[in-house]
Nanobody, 123 residues
Framework: QVQLVESGGGSVQSGGSLRLFCAASGYTGSRSCMAWFRQAPGKEREGVASIDSDGNPVYLDSVKGRFTISQDNAKNTVYLQMNNLTPEDTAMYYC?????????????????WGQGTQVTVSS
């Protein structure tokens, strides 16, 4: 049973930083794309950052230069370092594992999801 468990969310002021963690367990075999999505109240879930099996990252335009996705394969953990946060970054953040080794923004290609961790940024 594949499990993804997020942590690291919280409340910060605008300009602050948070580091999110996604601990994965219960699967073997080749690596696949891992991604962070977020969903704010009343809005659709959107991809924030992803990292493919070769370690290549892709970012949502609005977070480029502020967020960094990374992974530690030995620990089966994916990280999202978020700097210079703004109130527009407020959302529930979800970690997801893709069916494929490449990354896309299609939510249907992600077959495992964590329970989410809340990020709240105040002005």
């Amino acid at each position: 049973q594949v499990q993804l468990v997020e942590s690291g969310g919280g409340s910060v002021q605008s300009g602050g930083s948070l580091r999110l963690f996604c601990a994965a367990s219960g699967y073997t075999g080749s690596r696949s794309c891992m991604a962070w999505f977020r969903q704010a109240p009343g809005k659709e879930r959107e991809g924030v950052a992803s990292i493919d099996s070769d370690g290549n990252p892709v970012y949502l335009d609005s977070v480029k230069g502020r967020f960094t996705i990374s992974q530690d394969n030995a620990k089966n953990t994916v990280y999202l370092q978020m700097n210079n946060l703004t109130p527009e970054d407020t959302a529930m953040y979800y970690c997801a594992k893709s069916t494929y080794d490449y990354c896309s923004g299609d939510l249907r290609e992600y077959n495992y999801w964590g329970q989410g961790t809340q990020v709240t940024v105040s002005s």
